[in-house]
């Protein structure tokens, strides 16, 4: 074995070139590039959640985590949406805060015209739970 003659090879892996990171060699070009986006990503490609409420003051101070924007959208807005891991539990009939117009997508928590785009989100597919026709009084 050739211990030292191998760890000087450059073709060893990819490593990750951030200062002090500590990961060691990628294997292959795309690990490192998911390396660089989950570990080190810069500032400017960081998720952004701009509140879309019209009078709300986070619409120009966005949140850059989903989670806090969830509570943001639940908590402040009043929305029924479900917490993390756990499926929406709306009732759809004693729910004051059910629009016609539009919903909003539990996964990615944008809003879902009607109109244009029905009962899908157009960006994660994800479906809403329909309101129950039959069951409503
Ligand atoms: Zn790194
Ligand atoms: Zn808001
Ligand atoms: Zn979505």
Known sequence: MYEDEASLKPSDGYCCLVPGCKAVPFKRNADLDRHYKNIHRPAES?????????????????????????????DYHKESIAKRGKPIQT???????????????????????????????????????????????
């Open 46 to 74: 960081k998720e952004t959640y701009y509140c879309d409420y019209s009078k709300c003051s986070r619409r120009n101070s966005p949140f850059h985590r989903r989670d806090h924007f969830r509570d943001h959208l639940r």
């Open 91 to 137: 009732n759809w009939s004693e729910s004051n805060n059910v629009r016609k117009e539009w919903w909003r997508c539990t996964r990615c928590l944008k809003r879902v015209m009607v109109a244009s785009n029905g009962f899908e989100c157009p960006g994660c597919k994800t479906a809403r739970a329909q309101p129950d026709a039959k069951s409503s009084k």
